[in-house]
């Protein structure tokens, strides 16, 4: 089955890039998504990704798919305390694609 | 406007009570689902549900039941509370369609005493 994997913290100073990464096993997956989770509350959709584009831009996020290493990063520009998070790369179980396999989740710390 | 709400935020609870954690979503979806999230191990599934009184076991539903009667509502219960079911329990829902997501509820943070 699908196995989606990503590091725990990351922290980044206010006003740099953030970059999170994301790898996964299936190759057959034709979307991939990342979450947000702010404090407190419930798992929101960011974006997401077909899996026949490798890149994908909207406004201070940027997608990057790179399908033969099966590697997802996102990056945040200008890094706000706002986007103080655990974000979560996510992608459908192969098995039955109406249930989606979540990553652990990346907890991003701003430093001031 | 897409929502999930679920019954309670926060939740305390003793040893070996039976516990319920009610979901319900306002967009007629076909699947709902109940995670647990805990630190370091992310989202785990417990149960989820593709249709009324239609239910599939996750990767952790051992102590766990699900009941969905009607198709807006899914309740988790707990028949016999225990310590290592204090956490954070998080509701979905999806139609099941194409590159639908999943909708989260806001969670219940359940401490089991």
């Known amino acids: 089955g699908e196995d989606v994997e990503q590091s725990l913290f990351l922290s980044v100073r206010e006003g740099d890039s953030s970059v999170i990464n994301c790898t996964y096993t299936?190759?057959?997956?034709?979307?991939l998504y990342w979450y947000k989770q702010e404090p407190g509350a419930g798992l929101q959709l960011l974006t997401y990704i077909f899996s026949n584009m490798d890149m994908k831009q909207d406004q201070r996020l940027t997608v990057l798919l790179n399908k033969k290493d099966k590697h997802l990063s996102l990056r945040i520009a200008d890094t706000q305390t706002g986007d103080s998070a655990i974000y979560f790369c996510?992608?459908?179980?192969?098995?039955?694609?109406?249930?989606?396999?979540f990553g652990k989740g990346t907890r991003l710390h701003i430093l001031p | 406007d897409v929502k999930v709400t679920q019954s309670s935020r926060y939740l305390v609870k003793r040893t070996g009570e039976k516990v319920f954690l009610e979901c319900v979503q306002d967009m007629d979806h076909e699947n709902m689902f109940w995670y647990r999230q805990d630190p370091g191990l992310g989202l785990r599934l417990i149960y989820f549900?593709?249709?009324?009184?239609?239910?599939e076991k996750g990767d952790i539903p051992e102590g766990y039941s699900v009941s969905r009667e009607k198709k807006e509502r899914f309740s988790l219960i707990l028949e016999s509370a225990s310590t290592n079911q204090t956490s954070m329990y998080l509701c979905?829902?999806?139609?099941?369609?194409?590159?639908?997501?999943?909708?989260f509820g806001p969670g219940t943070r359940l401490t089991v005493l």
């Open positions: 299936d190759s057959s997956s034709t979307y």
């Open positions: 549900s593709y249709d009324v009184k239609m239910k």
């Open positions: 979905a829902s999806n139609s099941g369609v194409g590159t639908d997501t999943q909708y």
């Open positions: 996510a992608a459908p179980d192969p098995n039955r694609d109406d249930k989606i396999i």
